[in-house]
């Protein structure tokens, strides 16, 4: 396979991942899932959390096709495809784990336009204790903030809140 070739799919994969993400957290962790994530919307209490699974749970597809299609004979875009898809995870990591929640300590404070929508938007996700009446679903885009404190309002949820531990 082409370098080229290999590279846009790469990149498609990244971008699609944001879709995926999407529809994972909307109606898998805020739904039959919620018995891992809730762990996510209460206080930690220490490095782990039960939604920390996910992380692993993501990350088996992406090891599988690396494999194959490196080791297995697999069609090589098939590693292309799972360096997308860790390549979005190890993004969802520094941008979820390290900025929003501050797992691990840094100094770094969201300056840009888009990087302080992206965290506020996933502070008022958190506002809300349940599963049902979240907002901001997505972790690289999100709407604008005065959007999600309406539809937040409109939801009536139990709002409350937020702190970095969230």
Known sequence: MHIASGLLLFLAT?????????????????????????????????????????????????????????????????????????????????????IVHQRLPHRYVARSPYMKRIVQAHRLHHAVESKRGAVSFGFLWAPAPDVLKRQLKERGGSIRPVTNSD
Do not use: K
């Not at 994530?37 to 209460?42: D, L, V, Y």
């Not at 599988?64 to 297995?72: S, T």
């Open 14 to 98: 990244l971008l699609a991942m944001e879709g995926f993400a999407y529809v994972m957290h909307r109606w898998v962790m805020h739904g039959p899932g919620w018995f891992l994530h809730a762990s996510h919307h209460r206080p930690r209490t220490g490095n782990w959390e039960l939604n920390d699974l996910y992380a692993v749970i993501f990350a088996l597809p992406s090891i599988v096709l690396l494999y194959g299609g490196v080791h297995l004979g697999w069609w090589p875009g098939f590693a292309w495809i799972g360096a997308g898809i860790a390549g979005y995870g190890a993004i969802y990591f520094g941008f979820h784990d390290i």
